[in-house]
């Protein structure tokens, strides 16, 4: 957070203004990947109430057993077709050897990506949530997340929300943290007082210039 602060204004002001985020983990191999398909496209209270029902449905959460599972006992958790067929593919992987965890932790960010989203179900989003929260990787930046893109948009005061591309540029002087940048921006999201999807007014020519 402090070298964030030295390398850009504006997060130094996030900082100032709603303080420090709270770090988050998730668990390491099929559990942790599973828990990021269960929470795609749904509220966080939601993904936490079918979790917790899977969890008690395969309180071992190893992928065998996962596969053990019928589509009637599945779908009582709360997972959807899509979901089971996911949850399925990744379980597979894993049993026969396409996704080997023991291998990821030695890859590099990119390769690590690849290798996860060889999965069904597993797109690069997911695949950067589950480095940064269950392997700790440093320096992810999800650009395809859409909280990401709206609280960079108000801090920079930007007339338009970016797209992937252009936040990925946005985090680029904030090597090699941009993972801890990802979690102030999304703690600086929380904390807005404007929920809606209209930026604050955008800065001036001279304070375009002066920063």
């Known amino acids: 957070m402090r070298h964030l602060a030295k390398v850009d204004p504006d997060l130094a002001r996030a900082q100032k203004e709603v303080g420090y985020p709270a ?9 942790g990947l599973m828990r990021s398909i269960v ?5 966080v209270h939601a993904a936490r109430s079918i979790w917790l ?16 599972l019928g589509d009637e006992q599945l779908r009582a958790v709360g997972l959807s077709g899509a979901k089971m067929r996911y949850g399925r593919s990744l379980a597979a992987d894993v049993v026969e050897g396409r996704i080997d965890f023991a291998v990821l932790s030695e890859l590099d960010d990119e390769a690590a990506i ?3 989203t060889q999965a069904k179900g597993i797109g690069r989003w997911t695949a950067e949530i589950y480095l940064m929260f269950a392997h700790g990787r440093p320096d992810i930046m999800p650009g395809l997340d859409l909280g990401l893109m709206v609280a960079a948009q108000h801090l ?20 090699p943290w941009r993972s801890a940048a990802a979690l102030l921006l999304w703690h600086y ?17 001279k304070e375009r210039k002066a920063k």
Do not use: C, H, Y
């Open 53 to 68: 029902r899977l969890e008690a449905a395969v309180p071992s959460m190893a992928p065998a057993d996962f596969l053990a």
């Open 39 to 43: 929470g795609q496209q749904v509220s």
């Open 114 to 116: 690849a290798m996860l």
């Open 189 to 205: 999201r929380r904390n807005m007082p404007d929920w809606g999807t209209r930026a604050p007014k955008a800065a001036s020519t």
């Open 23 to 31: 770090l988050r983990e998730s668990p390491v191999g099929f559990s």
């Open 156 to 175: 920079k005061r930007l007339r338009k929300r970016p797209d992937a591309k252009r936040l990925v540029r946005i985090a680029e002087p904030w090597r």
